[in-house]
C-alpha cells in the first residue's frame, strides 16, 4: 500500500514541478523575449543596458521585454549561432565573425554591416596591457612582449575576438616600426605567442588566468576589461600600461533576420540595437569603459579615462576582417603555422 | 560481477519460457532505451572520430599536446588513486574496528564526493587551495602554490576518488571473521604480522576494485578540476580540457578523436578490472 | 582486548585515528565549511539576495525540470532493465549488464559531445532537425538528454543485483494464485526492492541536479534559459560575483547533505537489504 502511495507521490510531485516550470514560462501575449549572443567581456555591459532598454520600452510601448543573453568568445559564439543556437541579435567583437553566420548560415544578408550606423558599431574599444602593480617587468609598448622571461597573457584567436585584435595589433606595430616588413612582424607575433603559456577561449577566461589565478606578467586586454580589472580586483593590485600605439577595435552588432522574423521579433530587437545608439546607452556604455560612437553624449568623466594613442584601423593595415582573417585565423593561416604552445621542458 | 558473468555463460541457449511475464515488454524497452540514449551516440561518436581514417586519429592522439594532457590525466589520477588506497583502508578500518563519538556521522560523510555536484567541488577546493585560501595561505609562505598547479589537480581527483576505496573494503573488513585473526595471534604472530599477512591479503582484491574505479573515474573528471587546475598545456591541462577546447574551436573530429582514444582506454581499464577481481578472487579469497 | 596481540598498541591505534580523521577532515570536511563559509561571507542578506535573481531562479527550475524528466525515465529503464536480467535467462545477459555499466566510466564532458554530433547543426541528424524546426543541442532537450545518459546506470545499478538475488520463487507463487503481471510486479517485486530503489533514485537524482560538464557542453549557456545551478555557479564565478556562485553552491550542497542523510537513514533501517545489492 504505502509503495503505491509512494510512487504516487512521486509522480505527482514531478506533475507539480513540470506545471510550475511551464506555467512561469508563459508569457502573456504582451510579453516579448530575445536572445542577444554576445562576446566574452560584455557581461556587465548589457546587464546595464538591458535593464535600461527594458525600462524605456515598456515605458513607450507598454509591452514587457526581457533580454536573454549568452556570452562567450567571439569566435566561439558565432559558431554556436551557426549550429543553431537561436540569437534575435548578435552583439559579437569583430566583423567577421557576423560575417562568418551570414556565409554560412544565411540568417542575415551579407551586406549587414552597413545597415546601422558606424559600421555597426554603436562603441568602439582599443587593446592596452594589464601588469601587476609597481610593474616589476617594466612593461612599457609592445617590444617587452617579446623579450625573453616575459610571460605573456592573452586568448586563444581561434576562439576569442579580443584574442584576434591583440594579434593584429601586435603584427601592426613590428610592420609600423619596420616600415613594413611583413616577415619581421611576423617574427614579432611568433616570438610574443612563445611567451603566452595558456590559451583560454575567451576574454574573460584570459582576466581569470591573470588576475585570479595570477599567470603571467602581462595581460593583453580589451581597453574596457583592462579597467573592469582594477575595479574588481583593486587599482592597489594592478595598473594598465597603454602603448604607444594600439589599433581601433570595432565590435558590431546585428540583427538576426530569419530568427526574428520567425519569432516575430523584429520590432523589438532593431529597436534594442537602435538602442544602443541612444544617448542614454552612449551614457551606460562610456560608463562601462567602452569608447562611445556619440562622445558628446557621454559624461566627461568616463570620458577622460580614455587615453589617446596613436589607432591605426584593420582596414588601413590589413585590407579588412575578411582579408585579416583568411590569412591569418583560418584553418593553416598564419596563426597555426606559427603557434607552438610552450613544450614540456620550458615550462616544466 | 563475475557471479553474473558466470551465470550469463551457463544460459548459452534461447529464453527459456518462463512462467513469469513480461519479458518481452521489459528486455525490449531495456534494449530500445540502451541503443538510443547509449549505443547509437557512442557509434556516432566513433564514426565521427573515424572520418580522419586510423592514421588520422592516431596523428591527433599523438599531437604533443594531447600526449601531454593524457599524460598529466592518467599520472596525476594513478597518483590520487594510490593516495587514496592507502587513506581509504586506513579510513575503511578506522570506521568498521574503531568506536568514537561521531563516527556513524563520518561514515555518512564519506559519500559526499559522490552526491556534491562537481562544480560546487571545483570552486570551493579553488577557494581553500589559493594563496589566498585557508591551506594555500599556509603554503604560501614557502612559495609553494598548490592552487592552479597539477598539485591542485591532484587534491581534486584525492577528493572525488576518496569513497571508493573506503566503500569497497569496508564490507569487506566488516565480513572479516575475528578468528582468523586470533588464531594467528595464538600462533605466536604479532599484530603488525597478523595485519599485513593475514588480514591485508583478504583486503587487496577490495583495494584493486577500489583504485580501479576510483582511477576511472578521475581520469574523466571535469567539473572539479577545471577550476583549481592551471589549465595551461604540457603543464596542467587535462585530457577533459582539451577536448572541450577542440569543440569550442570547432575541431569536432579532433574532439571525437580525443574522446574515443579516452573511451578505448575507459573500456580496457574496464576489462583490466574485470581480469584484477577474477585474478585477486581466486588468489586472495577465502574460498 | 589484548593490546598489541589481538589488537593494535594504542599508540597505532591513536595514529590512525590521527591519519583518518585528518584526511576526511581536509578532503571532506573543510571543503564543505568553504562553501557555506563564502557564502555567507558577506552576510546573510547578500546571500539571500543571490536567489532573487531572475537567472539564478530560472537554473534552479531548469535543473528541477531536468531532474523531474531524468530521474523517471531511468527508473523505469532500471526496472525494466532488473526485471529483464533477474527474472529470465536469455544469452548474452552479461552484455547487457556491461553495457548499462558503460555511461559510468565515460567523462561527462564525452556524455555532452556524443550528443552534439548526433544532434549538433553539423551533426548526423542536424539537417533533419532543422526541416522540423526542432532545437535539442544549445535548449532544454539537449540537457535533459545529456543528463540521462550521465545519470542512466544508477537505478539499474541498484536494483540488478538485489533482484538477482532475490530470484522468482516469490513472483512465481503470486502468478499461481493468480495474479497478473503488472499486479505481481506491484504487490510482491516493488516491496522487496523498494529501499533499494529510493536509494537509487537518491543517487540518480543528486548526480542528475550536480551534472556539469556534460551539460556544459551541450548547453548554449543562454542565461535564463539554458542555464542549471552548477553552470549558474560557473557563470557567477566568472563575472567575480563569488558569494553568488558559493549561494547557488551552498544550495546543491544542502541537497547533498540530504541526499547523504536520507541514505544512511535507510541504510541504518534496512542495511540487509542494501548489503545485498553492494555485494558484487
Not at chain 1, 581561434?158 to 616577415?183: I, M
Request: hydrophobic share 50%; net charge neutral.
Amino acid at each position: 500500500m504505502s509503495t503505491r502511495l509512494s510512487l504516487l507521490a512521486a509522480l505527482a510531485i514531478a506533475a507539480g514541478i513540470m506545471a510550475s516550470y511551464v506555467s512561469a514560462r508563459a508569457q502573456s501575449s504582451q510579453d516579448v523575449v530575445i536572445t542577444n549572443v554576445s562576446y566574452d567581456p560584455t557581461r556587465e555591459l548589457y546587464k546595464a543596458i538591458n535593464e535600461a532598454f527594458a525600462k524605456q520600452w515598456q515605458a513607450s510601448t507598454g509591452q514587457k521585454v526581457t533580454i536573454r543573453a549568452s556570452h562567450g568568445g567571439s569566435g566561439k559564439q558565432a559558431r554556436s549561432v551557426i549550429d543553431g543556437l537561436e540569437a534575435d541579435v548578435v552583439t559579437l567583437a569583430l566583423a567577421a565573425d557576423i560575417d562568418a553566420i551570414a556565409r554560412e548560415s544565411r540568417r542575415l544578408p551579407e551586406n549587414w554591416q552597413s545597415r546601422l550606423p558606424n559600421n555597426s558599431s554603436p562603441y568602439t574599444s582599443t587593446i592596452v596591457f594589464v601588469v601587476r602593480k609597481g610593474n616589476p617587468k617594466g612593461i612599457r609598448d609592445w617590444p617587452d612582449l617579446a623579450r625573453q622571461g616575459v610571460s605573456v597573457v592573452t586568448p586563444n584567436p581561434k576562439t576569442s575576438g579580443g584574442a584576434r585584435w591583440n594579434y593584429l595589433a601586435a603584427w601592426a606595430y613590428e610592420l609600423d616600426r619596420t616600415k613594413g616588413d611583413q616577415v619581421a612582424a611576423r617574427k614579432f607575433v611568433e616570438a610574443i605567442y612563445r611567451n603566452v603559456p595558456v590559451l583560454d577561449s575567451g576574454a574573460r577566461g584570459s582576466t581569470t588566468t591573470f588576475a585570479q589565478r595570477a599567470v603571467g606578467d602581462v595581460f593583453i586586454s580589451w581597453e574596457n576589461e583592462a579597467h573592469l580589472i582594477l575595479k574588481e580586483f583593486g587599482a592597489d593590485k594592478f595598473e594598465i600600461v597603454v602603448p604607444s600605439f594600439s589599433i581601433l577595435a570595432e565590435p558590431p552588432v546585428a540583427v538576426v533576420d530569419v530568427v526574428v522574423d520567425k519569432r516575430g521579433t523584429r520590432k523589438v530587437a532593431q529597436a534594442y540595437l537602435d538602442y544602443l545608439y541612444s544617448p542614454a546607452a552612449q551614457k551606460i556604455i562610456a560608463r562601462n569603459f567602452y569608447r562611445p560612437s556619440k562622445p558628446e553624449a557621454a559624461d566627461p568623466v568616463d570620458l577622460a579615462r580614455f587615453p589617446k594613442l596613436r589607432l591605426i584601423t584593420i582596414d588601413d593595415v590589413f585590407g579588412g576582417w575578411k582579408k585579416a582573417q583568411a590569412e591569418h585565423f583560418a584553418d593553416g593561416g598564419v596563426f597555426d603555422q606559427i603557434y607552438r604552445p610552450a613544450g614540456k621542458t620550458a615550462t616544466r | 560481477m563475475s557471479v553474473v558473468i558466470l551465470r550469463g555463460w551457463t544460459s548459452l541457449s534461447l529464453p527459456k519460457p518462463s512462467a513469469l511475464p513480461g519479458f518481452g515488454i521489459t528486455f525490449g524497452f531495456a534494449v530500445t532505451y540502451l541503443s538510443l540514449i547509449v549505443l547509437i551516440p557512442l557509434a556516432v561518436l566513433v564514426a565521427r572520430a573515424g572520418e580522419l581514417g586510423f592514421d588520422g586519429i592516431w596523428r591527433v592522439a599523438t599531437a604533443p599536446r594531447v600526449l601531454a594532457a593524457l599524460e598529466v590525466s592518467f599520472l596525476v589520477s594513478g597518483a590520487a588513486a594510490a593516495v587514496n588506497a592507502v587513506f581509504g583502508v586506513i579510513v575503511a578500518w578506522v570506521l568498521v574496528r574503531y568506536g568514537f563519538p561521531g563516527r556513524r556521522l563520518l561514515d555518512a560523510a564519506v559519500d559526499l564526493p559522490f552526491a556534491l555536484p562537481t562544480a560546487v567541488a571545483g570552486i570551493a577546493l579553488a577557494a581553500l587551495y589559493a594563496t589566498n585560501g585557508w591551506i594555500g595561505s599556509l603554503f604560501a609562505p614557502w612559495g609553494v602554490k598548490i592552487a592552479f598547479t597539477p598539485w591542485g589537480i591532484l587534491v581534486a581527483l584525492i577528493f572525488i576518488g576518496m569513497p571508493f576505496v573506503v566503500r569497497t573494503v569496508q564490507p569487506v573488513l566488516q565480513d572479516l571473521d575475528r578468528e582468523v585473526e586470533e588464531a594467528s595471534a595464538t600462533l605466536g604472530a604479532t599484530r603488525s604480522q597478523t595485519i599485513f599477512r593475514v588480514v591485508l591479503p583478504v583486503l587487496v582484491p577490495a583495494i584493486l576494485t577500489g583504485v580501479a574505479l576510483a582511477f576511472a573515474r578521475a581520469v574523466g573528471e571535469y567539473g572539479s578540476v577545471i577550476f583549481i587546475a592551471g589549465n595551461m598545456p604540457f603543464v596542467s591541462e587535462i585530457a577533459p580540457l582539451l577536448i572541450v577546447t577542440k569543440l569550442e574551436e570547432f575541431d569536432y573530429a579532433g574532439a571525437a578523436a580525443i574522446a574515443t582514444v579516452m573511451l578505448a582506454i575507459s573500456f580496457v581499464s574496464l576489462l583490466a578490472i574485470n581480469a584484477v577481481q577474477a585474478y585477486s578472487q581466486r588468489r586472495f579469497s577465502r574460498g | 582486548m589484548a593490546d598489541g596481540v589481538l589488537s593494535e598498541s594504542r599508540a597505532v591505534r591513536w595514529t590512525l585515528l590521527a591519519l583518518a580523521l585528518g584526511f576526511l577532515a581536509l578532503f571532506l570536511v573543510l571543503p564543505l565549511l568553504a562553501v557555506f563559509a563564502e557564502a555567507l561571507r558577506r552576510g546573510i542578506q547578500t546571500f539571500v539576495d543571490t536567489f532573487v535573481d531572475p537567472d539564478t531562479q530560472a537554473a534552479i527550475r531548469l535543473t528541477l525540470l531536468v531532474a523531474a524528466i531524468a530521474v523517471p525515465l531511468n527508473v523505469v529503464f532500471g526496472i525494466s532493465a532488473a526485471w529483464a536480467v533477474a527474472k529470465f535467462e536469455f544469452p548474452s545477459k552479461s552484455l547487457l549488464v556491461t553495457l548499462v555499466d558503460l555511461p559510468f566510466s565515460v567523462s561527462p564532458v564525452v556524455s555532452g559531445l556524443v550528443y552534439v554530433l548526433l544532434f549538433g547543426a553539423q551533426g548526423l541528424l542536424g539537417p533533419l532537425l532543422e526541416a522540423w524546426q526542432l532545437e535539442i543541442i544549445f535548449a532544454v532537450p539537449g540537457i535533459v538528454l545529456a543528463t540521462v545518459f550521465v545519470t542512466f546506470p544508477f537505478v539499474a545499478r541498484e536494483l540488478i543485483p538485489l533482484m538477482q538475488e532475490q530470484g522468482t520463487s516469490e513472483e512465481e507463487a503470486a502468478l499461481t494464485l493468480g495474479a497478473s503481471g503488472f499486479r505481481t510486479f506491484l504487490t510482491v517485486t516493488l516491496p522487496n526492492i523498494r529501499w533499494a530503489l529510493l536509494y537509487g533514485v537518491l543517487l540518480c537524482n543528486a548526480r542528475a541536479m550536480g551534472e556539469f560538464g556534460a551539460v556544459s557542453v551541450v548547453s548554449g549557456h543562454i542565461r535564463g534559459l539554458t542555464n542549471t545551478m552548477p553552470l549558474q555557479v560557473e557563470i557567477l564565478y566568472n563575472e567575480y560575483d563569488f558569494v553568488g556562485a558559493f549561494a547557488v553552491a551552498a544550495l546543491l550542497a544542502g541537497l547533498a547533505l540530504v541526499t547523504l542523510g536520507t541514505k544512511s537513514l535507510l541504510e541504518w533501517r534496512y542495511g540487509d537489504s542494501l548489503a545485498l545489492a553492494h555485494r558484487h
